[in-house]
């Protein structure tokens, strides 16, 4: 079975304050990791994935595999990042499961 | 290709009656997927195709559910004897499928009321 788990429903942060956002993983092989954002009114769309190891819009994860974990960050939270992000978990066959999803509330 | 599209947008039905959703997946995608959202919580996972052979289905979906993608193109998603617990919203993606095709790309989902 694959599971992924986002232990915080809400993260509220100030402008210019760093974010992380939490994801742990469930799966017995060596799976693909993502993180999807939803931004308001906005369809569901791919953030980044981990085997590409990008910065997109000044977000970075690494996956560790002892931890099994994905956690999402950035440096400096700016207040469009306000969305929901979800991590997901693409196992065999490219069965993809998503967490509960974080929302992040970037003050002003 | 403006990307997946998904109709209707939203469905009011009463309990007891049948509802179908319609995705038209990004045309060279041969993977689709279907899931589920209810408020404040991710999606989840339903069933999903590799062109026309549907490859799993969620062991928690009831048999009211089925779906097809029967020319490996649309797909439909129907679900019989709606109950108010189906109300939710239905999201359809689709994806190359292929080790650089991982991206899933998103409709914007069909909402379902049942009353």
């Known amino acids: 079975a694959q599971r992924v788990t986002q232990p915080e429903k809400l993260l509220s942060v100030f402008k210019g304050a760093p974010v992380e956002l939490k994801c742990n993983y469930s799966y017995s092989g060596s799976p693909e990791l993502f993180w999807y954002v939803q931004y308001s009114r906005q369809r569901l769309q791919l953030l980044l994935r981990h085997i590409s190891r990008e910065s997109i819009k000044g977000f970075t994860a690494d996956l560790n595999k002892g931890e099994t974990s994905f956690h999402l960050k950035k440096p400096f939270a700016q207040e469009e990042d306000s969305a929901m992000y979800y991590c997901?978990?693409?196992?065999?066959?490219?069965?993809?499961?998503f967490g509960t999803g974080t929302k992040l509330q970037v003050i002003p | 290709d403006t990307g997946v599209s998904q109709n209707p947008r939203h469905k009011i039905t009463k309990r007891g009656q049948n509802v179908t959703f319609r995705c038209d997946p990004i045309?060279?995608?041969?993977?689709l997927y279907w899931y589920r959202q209810t408020l404040g919580q991710g999606p989840e996972f339903l069933t999903y195709f590799q062109n026309e052979a549907q490859l799993e289905k969620s062991r928690l979906l009831s048999d009211r559910f089925s779906a097809e993608r029967p020319k490996g193109s649309f797909s439909t998603l129907e679900i019989q004897r709606t109950e108010q617990g189906d109300s939710a919203m239905y999201l359809c993606a689709s994806s190359l499928g292929d080790l650089n095709g991982w991206e899933l790309f998103f409709g914007e989902g069909s909402r379902l009321t049942v009353l």
């Open positions: 997901a978990l693409a196992g065999g066959y490219q069965k993809v499961t």
């Open positions: 045309s060279e995608h041969n993977r």
